[in-house]
T-cell receptor, first 114, second 115 residues
């Protein structure tokens, strides 16, 4: 059973470009979470999605960031018009259900904005 | 708003020592608490998961305890080895309902085990 998969592992974008980060949850998992780890800061929750629904986006910046988890395919975190402050590691986690069930983390995507 | 604090922020000890890492959280309404390990530039490795109804979990040389009412958890590492050097993260899963289900992380304890 493959774990949570994220791609690309490393992404370099110039200021103003778009970044698209992908996350494939573990088989059988329908709950996806995105987290961001800024340099010298802790991991911060961004958004929680279930298939075709955003459940909680309280940690998502109000502008330029969006997330989706379509019926088919991976979850996508999209950052439009990237700025240098977006440089960070972005982690995806998945779970079989909410609440007591463990979240399993992917290896992360390291975004560098030049 | 849930806040998670980890003490100490950094720790350096000689190989072979037993050590304790501390984690505290402000809102006791949690589903569970999880300890992770993160190596530099790498992802998260889950070490132990303690459900809110449990008091402790053990895996090999690691033992984690949870006192939900006081908002505290400890990670005990026995007979430390240089390979244990990493950043250890504590995270709680919110139980406040309303769709809130993300983990709240502490900033971690950076551990160095001296050979």
């Amino acid at each position: 059973n493959a774990g949570v998969m994220q791609n690309p592992r490393h992404l370099v974008r110039r200021r103003g470009q778009e970044a698209r980060l992908r996350c494939s949850p573990m088989k059988g998992h329908s709950h996806v979470y995105w987290y961001r780890q800024l340099p010298e800061e802790g991991l911060k929750f961004m958004v929680y999605l279930q298939k075709e629904n955003i459940i909680d986006e309280s940690g998502m910046p109000k502008e330029r960031f969006s997330a989706e988890f379509p019926k088919e395919g991976p979850s996508i975190l999209r950052i439009q018009q990237v700025v240098r402050g977006d440089s960070a590691a972005y982690f995806c986690a998945s779970s079989s259900a909410a609440g007591f069930y463990e979240q399993y983390f992917g290896p992360g995507t390291r975004l560098t904005v030049t | 708003k849930q806040e998670v604090t980890q003490i100490p922020a950094a720790l350096s000890v000689p190989e072979g020592e037993n050590l304790v890492l501390n984690c505290s959280f402000t809102d006791s309404a949690i589903y569970n608490l999880q300890w992770f390990r993160q190596d530099p530039g790498k992802g998260l490795t889950s070490l132990l998961l303690i459900q809110s109804s449990q008091r402790e979990q053990t895996s090999g040389r690691l033992n984690a305890s949870l006192d939900k009412s006081s908002g505290r958890s400890t990670l005990y590492i026995a007979a430390s080895q240089p390979g244990d050097s990493a950043t250890y993260l504590c995270a709680v899963r919110r139980g406040s309902g309303g769709g809130a289900d993300g983990l709240t992380f502490g900033k971690g304890t950076h551990l160095i085990i001296q050979p």
